[in-house]
């Protein structure tokens, strides 16, 4: 081999480890901005309740970090009964929640000023505006009359209700509902925000809205967020850890990218390729990767996890077969799928 060539294999090299480790970084889905504090912010020991025979929570333990956090499960799993633990709604038989500095529910009044609840049903008043609703509710919290009506006004324009704030609920879309009771929520400033499906009834621009809010909440304004839904894409789309809920028990929890994240050895990896796509596949199965079409341009292709250099050699292979990779990417698992997993 000349030394010219050589120089061009060398740099073709650098170039594919370039593409590559560029491609990684990008599709970390910004996981370095996930809040990696250390203590959680609530914590759950040992929390049992029952209705009758019926055990909702059964020695459930879990812990809420710091950002935004998906509280998932099935219909009867627990959600309700712990989020109305939490607030004191209903006593729980045993165990405790240290919630900051605070034991629950040993402290729950003094913890309550901290904690911020949008509930999951419809909370409207008869001639009653948006205003007016707000500010009861920040009256309600302890605020002064007038800091009330201030903190109304500024909580209704961050959520988008500016212009409508002076008219009757009874008048309000679903979506602006619920836009409103996240105003309420907000009004006495809290550390903990719980959400109990807040997107329910919204149309889809509402709920892009809503969902960009809670994102903004958790990134920009150091509102820790519980999350209970049952629409799996929005946790996915703005929380940073999750907890899983069945029969009382707390079968999952951590953060959302170690749930996505492959454990498996080998990773999949989706080819889109211009050129000789057979070729291409049989070239790839000769030097022994794992290999299939999925239609005219793409191709899937199963590589050993963290291996560079196996990843550059198809690059290899391509250009020698004068195909161009135009997409590489690996496949990341949908949450829908690992949910029902964890369930079975």
Request: contains cysteine.
């Amino acid at each position: 081999m000349d030394e010219g060539h050589a120089h061009e294999e060398r740099f073709h090299e650098s170039y594919y480890r370039f593409i590559i480790e560029t491609i990684i970084i990008l599709t970390k889905n910004n996981d370095d901005e996930v809040n990696h504090l250390s203590d959680p912010i609530l914590k759950v020991e040992h929390m049992s309740k029952n209705y009758g025979k019926f055990l909702a929570l059964n020695d459930f333990n879990c812990e809420i970090q710091p950002g935004v956090t998906g509280l998932l499960g099935p219909n009867g799993a627990g959600k309700t009964t712990f989020i109305r633990s939490l607030l004191g709604i209903i006593p729980f038989e045993e165990g405790k929640i240290q919630f900051l500095e605070w034991i629950l529910p040993r402290d729950l009044m003094k913890a309550r000023d901290f904690i911020g609840y949008q509930p999951e049903i419809e909370t409207k008043l008869l001639r009653t505006s948006a205003i007016q609703y707000v500010t009861l509710i920040g009256k309600l919290s302890g605020l002064p009359r007038q800091a009330a009506i201030q903190r109304a006004f500024d909580v209704l324009h961050y959520v988008g209700l500016e212009e409508a704030r002076y008219r009757d609920l009874m008048t309000f879309s679903t979506g602006m509902l619920q836009r409103v009771k996240l105003a309420a929520a907000l009004v006495n400033d809290p550390t903990v925000l719980i959400l109990d499906e807040p997107t329910a009834g919204m149309d889809p621009m509402g709920r892009n809205q809503m969902l960009e809010l809670i994102k903004d909440l958790g990134k920009n304004h150091g509102k820790h967020v519980i999350l209970s839904t049952h629409l799996l894409p929005d946790v996915e789309r703005t929380c940073d850890n999750v907890v899983v809920i069945a029969n009382g028990k707390n079968v999952f929890q951590g953060s959302i990218k170690n749930l996505l994240d492959s454990p498996e050895q080998e990773v999949p990896y989706q080819l889109q390729i211009s050129g000789d796509l057979k070729a291409f596949i049989d070239a790839l199965k000769d030097h022994g990767f794992k290999a299939e079409i999925e239609d005219t341009h793409f191709i899937s292709c199963w590589i050993p996890r963290d291996d560079l250099q196996l990843q550059i050699k198809i690059f290899k292979i391509a250009k020698s077969l004068k195909v161009t990779i135009r997409t590489f990417r690996p496949y990341r698992k949908n949450l829908e799928g690992i949910f029902i997993e964890l369930l079975k």
